[in-house]
Each structure stands twice: as C-alpha cells, then as structure tokens.
C-alpha cells in the first residue's frame, strides 16, 4: 500500500495561493511529514517538515489536522518560478524501525501568468 | 561545500556496455541513496547505505549493484547496461534516515542506453 496519496497536478495563476493536500491514512505515531520541490532537470529540494499543527517557514506553511491522516503545503502568492513537482512523504527517520523510502507520483504545479 | 555532486552528467552507452556513476558528498551523512526517474514518473529507490560498507536493496534493485567502501562515497554500478535501464539517476545522503530526515540531493545523471 502506498503510504501518501496526492493529486496529479494543480493548475493556479500568478498571486494566488496554493494549498496542495497529501492523504496519509496509515501514518504511525512517530512519523513526520516532509515535502520536497523539485524543478525540471533539477534533484529534488527540501521545502518543509512537520509533525502537528503548523509550521511556517520562509518558503511555505505545512498545516497537519490533529488526526495528522492528511497533511496540506501551502504555498503563498504564487509565481511562475514556483512551477515544479512537489512530494510528501511520511516517516519516522528510524531505519531499525524498517522506514521505507516512497516518493510516489508528486503534484505537477503549473503556475500561469 | 559542494553538497551532493554526481559524475558523469550525461552518458550514452549501448546495449551490454557496463558503467558506474559516482556520488560525493561532503556533508560527513551517513545515509545515502540512487534514485532512478522516469518521465512522468516520480523518485523510486534502488538501493541505498546506512553507513560505510553498507548496502541495502531499495524498491528497484534489478540490474543494479551498489559500494559504499568510503563514507563520502556511494558508487552505482551497471553491470550489462539494458534499454529499460535508460533514466535520470539521482543521489542523495541525509544525517539520518531520509523517510524523516530531509534528503540532499545532486543534480542527477541523465544515461541513455541503446
């Protein structure tokens, strides 16, 4: 079974604000939740990480329902630049505990003018 | 600091032709990873290393083999190169697990086998 489910791509205009949800029903009590960009011909890139509640960083904000089944990367007023692909994943950084890395599909953002 | 560098960028290689791609990284992780990416596809795990002379199958091991005889080091190695085998190769190393810590990624190698 896949440990994240997200939506294939998302569509959004310059300004707006983009919420892109990640559903993690299986997720363990220790689990975090990580996503990751990544631009065409580039390796991926560490946006934001978090385990409840809300983290707000400079790029974007993660926001984590107290069920923490789902997850959702916000990312505020848009641009052109931040067209890419945009993955979650939930683990718990312990390898002993037999973590497994899946990436899955991510969400192809396309940002237009 | 470099980070995360990979050699080569670009490689072609025919049918039956054998190659290792290398990763480097500077940041003394001990965990590293081979991802391969497929157009339209997202990252799958091919194998990885939790420490110095360590290795472990990932999701798609098949055709692959890995070392890992230096810490900075993690070497992927194809022994009978196949067209299925045409992808972008991207490593990456993390200071624990990558599954709940952030993974450092270089910048991929494109190889082309026909």
């Known amino acids: 079974l896949a440990k994240t489910t997200q939506p294939i791509s998302m569509d959004s205009y310059e300004g707006q604000e983009v ?18 960009q990544q631009f065409p011909s580039q390796g991926p890139r560490f946006i934001i990480q978090g ?16 069920d923490r089944k789902s997850s959702t ?16 994943l939930v683990g ?8 497994k890395l899946i990436f899955g599909q991510g969400t192809e953002l396309s940002v237009k003018p | 600091n ?17 190659m290792t791609l290398l990763c480097a990284q500077d940041m003394n992780h ?3 990873y081979w991802y391969r990416q497929d ?8 194998h990885y290393s ?40 991207f490593c990456a190393s993390s200071g624990g697990f990558g599954d709940g810590n952030e993974q450092f990624f270089g910048p991929g190698t494109r190889l082309t086998v026909l």
């Open chain 2, 30 to 32: 001990e965990y590293m």
């Open chain 2, 50 to 89: 939790v420490g110095e002379g360590t290795t472990a199958k990932g999701e798609v091991p098949d055709g692959y083999n890995v070392s890992r005889l230096k810490k900075q080091n993690f070497l992927l190695g194809l022994e009978s190169a196949a067209p299925s085998q045409t992808s972008v190769y």
């Open chain 2, 39 to 46: 157009p339209g596809m997202g990252l799958r795990l091919i």
């Open chain 1, 51 to 66: 385990y409840k509640t809300k983290v707000t960083n400079e790029v974007a904000s993660l926001f984590i329902p107290a």
């Open chain 1, 19 to 36: 919420n892109i949800t990640c559903s993690h029903n299986n997720i363990a009590t220790n689990d975090y939740i990580t996503w990751y």
């Open chain 1, 92 to 99: 718990d950084g312990d390898y002993n505990q037999g973590g």
């Open chain 1, 73 to 88: 990367l916000s990312l505020p007023r848009v641009s052109l630049s931040d067209t890419a692909v945009y993955y979650c």
């Open chain 2, 2 to 18: 470099a980070g995360v560098t990979q050699t080569p960028k670009f490689r072609v290689l025919k049918t039956g032709q054998s």
